[in-house]
């Protein structure tokens, strides 16, 4: 499983709706998501770069495209850092974590990551028409890396021959070359954020303008689309810390009880801390 901390309004809401939220990354509170990731990356590209023009000798025609892609892909990464469409849940490999029980809320939900990879967009209060065909959402659940780790390079590396045309030029912005940038560029976080071993179910690709809808967020209006929430995808809910943790838990069985998670455990966190 993987665990969504969470507030009891945060609960509430994902029971009671059956709905999961993913925020717009840029409205995150890390100011350089998405931006960090996209420097991380054109520096890595660039430095490939750097080893092939060092070489000795007169370039061949296969090293002459590879330093147009990489430089091309290079400018990719930075621009959608800045425009792509990209909502995104945060999760985490940690079920009973006090640092995320300080910075979050005192309840976590335990997510069965199977289930995380088949969920579809909420579109169940549409009042108008649906052009967009939900399968051109495209939807990723992937670990974060701390850095550029050894498996965000091999996933670079994956994906730069599917963009590459046979002039060795970048294919061009399409619906496609994003689903293969923007999860990369979602997957890389800054170093101090380790604490947290995040993981993330990430909405991105074509979205019908009336798939996102909007809240009250902290500083600013932040879009979110909504993922519909089954029952068997909830696996457990933790209840962290608190005098009234068994309290607490009761409340939370009755409410899974009330709406179709009757399979779902309840436990209390193990830490002692008392808050």
Known sequence: ????????????????????????????????????????????????????????????????????????????????????????????????????????????????????????????????????SPDAAVLVVQRVSYG??????????????????????LAGDSPEVNALIVPVLSRIKHPSFEDEHEWRLLVTGELDPVDVHFAEGKSAITPHVELALRPGMIGEVIVGPDANASLKSGGVRKLLDRYGHQTAAVSQSESPYRG
């Open 1 to 132: 499983m993987l665990f969504h901390y969470t507030g009891a309004r945060g609960l509430l809401g994902i029971i009671r709706d059956a709905t999961l939220w993913a925020t717009d990354a840029h409205f995150f509170n890390d100011r350089s998501e998405l931006s960090y990731s996209a420097e991380v990356v054109t520096e890595y590209l660039k430095a490939i770069v750097a080893v092939i023009e060092r070489r000795e000798g007169q370039r061949t025609e296969f090293e002459i495209r590879a330093i147009q892609l990489f430089r091309d892909a290079a400018e990719l990464f930075k621009r959608l850092s800045a425009e792509a469409a990209v909502y995104v849940t945060c999760l985490s490999s940690k079920q009973d974590s006090l640092s995320q029980w300080r910075a979050y809320g005192p309840y976590s939900i335990g997510f069965q990551t199977a289930e995380l990879r088949h969920a579809q967009l909420d579109r169940s209060e549409h009042e108008s028409p649906v052009h967009v």
């Open 148 to 169: 550029l780790d050894d498996e965000t390079k091999q996933a670079i590396g994956l994906i730069l021959p599917k963009l590459a045309t046979t002039a060795g030029r």
